[in-house]
C-alpha cells in the first residue's frame, strides 16, 4: 500500500464567489515504495512519511487529537473532520486521516460558509465549538472578517487588473458580506476617482479596472437594494467614463442583467443584442480577450429577455446553452470563472420559474456545503442566491431540504441577512 495524500477542501470565499466547499475529499494514492516481497508490515500510521508529506504529519499530530470533537465526512467514515484554531488565530478545519495519520487544513474565513457548517446535520458534533469560535450570533466572526478584509485579496478577476484596485475589490466584497455594504461603496467610489482622473482617462490601460469597480459597486447595490439602484449607479459611471469603449462590453452586459431583472426586458434585449453581435465579431488583435465561457452570461439574459417578451423561440436555444454549459470553463489566465449552475439559477429567478430554479439546485452542482443551500433557511435574504421573495418553497422541497439541514435558530437571522443596515425589526419570517 502507498501513502495517501488528501485534496484540500475548496472554499467560497466573498460576494459573488459560486463554488464551496466539497465534502469528500478526493484522495490519490502515491506509490513511492518498492514493490517486493518484503514490504514492511509496520501500518503506514506509524512509520515515519517521506519528506513531503512531514507537513500533513505535523497537522495529524496537533490538530487530530482523538479528546477534539468531530465529524465524519464520508459514507464509510474514513475521514475525521475537527475544528481548531490556526496559530494565526483564526478557524480552520482538518482532515484526518487515522490509517496514514496524515492531515490538512483549511481556514474557514466566511460567512456563508460558518452559517452552512452550522446547518449542516452531519457537522452536529462541531456546532458547540464553532459557535465558542464565531459567537452564539456570529458576532466574533463578522470582527474577525472585518479585521482581515484589511488586508485585501485576490478577486476571481484580480490577474487582469492592478494590485492596488483588486485589494480594494476584496475588501469591498468581503465588508459587503457582514452587512457594511456602504462602507463598501464609499472605498470602491475612492478607488474609482483615484483611476478616472483626466490624465488616466486619456488612457485605456486602466479601463478594466474602472469598469470592474464599477461593475463591482452595481453588484453590492443590487445585493442590498436591487436591480433598480444597481441601473442607476451603472448609468452614472457611463456619464463620466463613457471614452472606456474598449471595455465597454462590460458595462453593458450588466446593464441588460438588471434591466432584465427589473423585468424592464425590451429594454434589456435593446442593449444585449448589439452587443452580442459585437462579442461574436472575431478578435481584432492579440490585446482582445474574452473570458471563457461568457457565452452563457450573454444567453441566459437573451433568454430571459426573449422569455418576459413571450418570444419563446428565440429564448429557446439560449437557454438550451445556459443549460447544457459545461459545469466551469476555464481560463488560461483565471483561476476559475462563474459556475454554470449559478448562471443558471440566475436565469431560473429572471424568468420567474422556481421550479426549474430547485431543480438546478438539487441536480448535483451544487456540494453540500454550499452557501446557495442557505436560500432555503427560513430568515433567508431575498436576491443573494437569486431566490425571489414571492416564492414559497413546496412541502416536498422542505423534506428534502431538512434531511441534511437544520433551520437555524433566530439569533442567526441578522447574519443570514448579512446585518442589513441594523433594521431588523426583531420579527422572524415565517417558514413558507
Not at 326 to 345: C, F, K, M
Request: net charge neutral; charged share 25%; with cysteine.
Amino acid at each position: 500500500m502507498g501513502w495517501l495524500t488528501l485534496a484540500a477542501i475548496a472554499a467560497l470565499s466573498g460576494a459573488g464567489a459560486q463554488d464551496a466547499m466539497v465534502v469528500t475529499p478526493r484522495v490519490e494514492t502515491i506509490d513511492i515504495e518498492p514493490q517486493t516481497a518484503d514490504v514492511d508490515p509496520t501500518p503506514l500510521s506509524e512509520r515515519e512519511p517521506p519528506k513531503e508529506l512531514k507537513p500533513f504529519r505535523a497537522i495529524f499530530q496537533t490538530q487530530c487529537g482523538n479528546e477534539l470533537p468531530f465529524a465524519t465526512i464520508d459514507d464509510e467514515e474514513t475521514w475525521r473532520l475537527t475544528l481548531t484554531r490556526s496559530s494565526k488565530g483564526i478557524s480552520q478545519f482538518n482532515i484526518c486521516d487515522d490509517r496514514v495519520a496524515l492531515a490538512r487544513s483549511v481556514e474557514i474565513k466566511d460567512l456563508s460558509m460558518a452559517l452552512t457548517v452550522l446547518s449542516f446535520k452531519a457537522f452536529e458534533p462541531l456546532w458547540s465549538t464553532a459557535e465558542s469560535h464565531w459567537g452564539s450570533d456570529l458576532s466574533k466572526l463578522r470582527e474577525q472578517v472585518r479585521k482581515q478584509s484589511r488586508a485585501g485579496g485576490q478577486t476571481l478577476h484580480g490577474p487582469l487588473i492592478k494590485r492596488s484596485t483588486d485589494k480594494v475589490r476584496s475588501r469591498a466584497l468581503k465588508l459587503a458580506t457582514i452587512g457594511e455594504w456602504r462602507k463598501s461603496l464609499e472605498l470602491i467610489n475612492a478607488r474609482l476617482a483615484k483611476v478616472s482622473t483626466n490624465r488616466r482617462l486619456k488612457s485605456e490601460d486602466q479601463a478594466l479596472d474602472r469598469q470592474l469597480l464599477a461593475t463591482s459597486r452595481s453588484a453590492i447595490l443590487s445585493n442590498q437594494v436591487g436591480p433598480e439602484a444597481a441601473l442607476e449607479s451603472l448609468d452614472d459611471y457611463l456619464t463620466l467614463n463613457s471614452s472606456d469603449g474598449r471595455y465597454g462590453t462590460n458595462i453593458q452586459i450588466n446593464r441588460a442583467a438588471f434591466l432584465a431583472e427589473a423585468g424592464r426586458f425590451r429594454e434589456a434585449i435593446e442593449v444585449i443584442e448589439p452587443a452580442y453581435e459585437l462579442y461574436k465579431q472575431p478578435l481584432g488583435d492579440a490585446s482582445s480577450y474574452r473570458i471563457s465561457g461568457s457565452d452563457r452570461q450573454f444567453s441566459w439574459i437573451l433568454a430571459c429577455g426573449y422569455h418576459g417578451l413571450g418570444r419563446t423561440g428565440d429564448a429557446e436555444p439560449h437557454i438550451e446553452l445556459v443549460m447544457t454549459a459545461e459545469p466551469n470553463p476555464r481560463d488560461p489566465y483565471l483561476g476559475q470563472t462563474v459556475s454554470s449552475a449559478y448562471i443558471q439559477l440566475r436565469l431560473a429567478s429572471c424568468m420567474n420559474d422556481r421550479d426549474l430554479y430547485l431543480e438546478t439546485l438539487f441536480g448535483g452542482a451544487f456540494p453540500a456545503l454550499s452557501p446557495h443551500w442557505l436560500q432555503l433557511q427560513p430568515n433567508a435574504p431575498d436576491r443573494i442566491y437569486a431566490w425571489r421573495a414571492e416564492w414559497d418553497i413546496p412541502s416536498g422541497i422542505k423534506d428534502r431540504y431538512a434531511e441534511k439541514y437544520r433551520n437555524l435558530p433566530y439569533r442567526f437571522a441578522p447574519a443570514l441577512r448579512r446585518w442589513p443596515g441594523n433594521t431588523d425589526s426583531g420579527q422572524e419570517k415565517p417558514v413558507q
